[in-house]
């Protein structure tokens, strides 16, 4: 499988990308860096997976909120709202990064 890793933007500031642009094209200030990378299916190994010991961790737990469409700032914030709370209760986090929700929500859709 390739995976695209983003490292950090070429002028050493965080790196963003911006969905909501005029031209209707997403904008970024990072370059996509592919790199070939082995996939293991963990059907039934589930539980061994925890944050602790590999870095994510796999869960299921039925989305309130399932329209993933983000048509507007109401529904991102119910989305945003829903993924920092599941976040908060599965790691025991009292405080989150922007981009950490923001992956959760997309994990979350697809």
């Known amino acids: 499988m390739e995976a695209s890793l983003v490292p950090a933007s070429p002028d050493g500031s965080r790196p963003y990308t911006d969905i909501h642009t005029a031209t209707g094209k997403s904008a970024r200030n990072w370059?996509?860096?592919?790199?070939?990378?082995?996939v293991e299916d963990i059907c039934g190994k589930e539980e061994?997976?925890?944050?602790?010991?590999?870095?994510?961790?796999?869960?299921?737990?039925?989305?309130?909120?399932?329209?993933f469409k983000f048509l507007n700032d109401d529904e991102i914030?119910?989305?945003?709202?829903?993924?920092?709370?599941?976040?908060?209760?599965?790691?025991?986090?009292?405080?989150?990064?922007?981009?950490?929700?923001?992956?959760?929500?997309?994990?979350?859709?697809?």
């Open 31 to 38: 370059i996509e860096d592919l790199h070939d990378m082995q």
């Open 48 to 67: 061994l997976y925890k944050l602790d010991n590999t870095g994510f961790q796999y869960g299921r737990e039925v989305a309130k909120h399932t329209s």
């Open 77 to 110: 914030e119910r989305e945003y709202s829903e993924s920092i709370d599941l976040i908060k209760r599965v790691t025991g986090a009292t405080k989150l990064s922007s981009s950490i929700t923001l992956f959760v929500a997309i994990a979350q859709a697809s």
